[in-house]
């Protein structure tokens, strides 16, 4: 790959920046100093939707300093995604519900309710039809906000949360209870162990991981038509979550389609099973 004096510049400019939100990060006491740490983060997705030169982004990313910030953002990124799952779920669950017109009223973090609004690009990829009975949505955290768009604008009657965290299901479950909600369950299970063998579609969501490993196991276990949603990052959003870096044989790409927003930088995929 041919590297020019000016893409040397734009990259020594993007780790400046990327080091300048490390370093904040670093010095901060993100548990004690929760909105501070929230601004940051704010700032920091922001600037990398900015990123939109694909020679600069090859570049970074075959270059010595991409696994060491992708290690270093997607685990604060993680971190930063469960607080606000599990402050949005408290807040639905203080809040009255007698005069909401849908799901997306109750929602008042920016960072949940931009991801809720992503969801019509997901369904329009799926084929639902009378004979779709069971979804299963991977490591999905304390607030469903994907679960309540599919409760809502489809009759898929079974969906299923599966979370190996037990404080992440059990406020999920919280809130869905205090909600009133039937046709939902959840299962404590790794996504990487659990069987799939009864689900028309399972859905792994952005911050899944590792999703190459889960999509092994759905293969493992699956039934022959069902669907597969998976999002993931685009460009340097790759930085905060994880990508299918690897498709296995078995598995056939039927859809895909950028998702992109002001807020967020990801694409829909849907595999189905690959007929020999």
């Known amino acids: 790959m041919y590297i020019s004096k000016s893409d040397i510049l734009k990259l020594n400019d993007l780790v400046k920046n990327l080091e300048e939100f490390r370093q904040k990060l670093t010095e901060i006491d993100y548990i004690h100093n929760k909105k501070v740490f929230f ?32 290690e270093f953002f997607t685990n604060i990124n993680m971190y930063y995604v469960r607080s606000l799952e599990s402050l949005q779920s408290i807040s639905i ?13 109750l929602i008042d973090k920016d960072l949940i309710k931009q991801s809720f609004e992503t969801k019509g690009n997901e369904i329009k990829s799926l084929n639902i039809t009378s004979k779709t009975k069971t979804m299963v949505a991977v490591w999905c955290g304390s607030m469903p906000e994907t679960l309540l768009y599919f409760y809502e604008n489809t009759n898929i ?16 479950w919280e809130m869905i209870s205090w909600l009133n909600l039937d046709k939902i369950t959840f299962h404590q299970w790794d996504g990487v162990d659990y069987d799939y063998k009864e689900a028309d579609i399972v859905y792994i969501p952005i911050f899944t991981s590792p999703k190459n490993r889960i999509l092994n196991r759905i293969i493992e276990t699956w039934k022959d038509d069902v669907q597969i949603i998976v999002i993931v990052p685009k460009w340097l959003w790759n930085l905060l979550y994880e990508w ?27 595999f189905v099973k690959y007929d020999f």
């Open 93 to 105: 669950m203080t809040k009255g519900i007698h005069n909401f017109d849908s799901f997306a009223n």
């Open 39 to 70: 601004d940051i983060m704010k700032d920091l997705r922001k600037y990398l939707l900015t990123i939109e030169n694909q020679n600069l982004y090859k570049i970074f990313l075959h270059s010595k300093y991409y696994k060491f910030y992708k």
């Open 157 to 172: 009657k079974n969906i299923i949360w599966v979370d190996y965290n037990h404080e992440a299901i059990f406020m999920a």
């Open 244 to 270: 299918v870096w690897s498709v296995n044989q078995r598995l056939k790409i039927a859809y895909r389609e950028d998702a992109f927003t002001k807020h967020i930088a990801q694409e829909v995929i849907k």
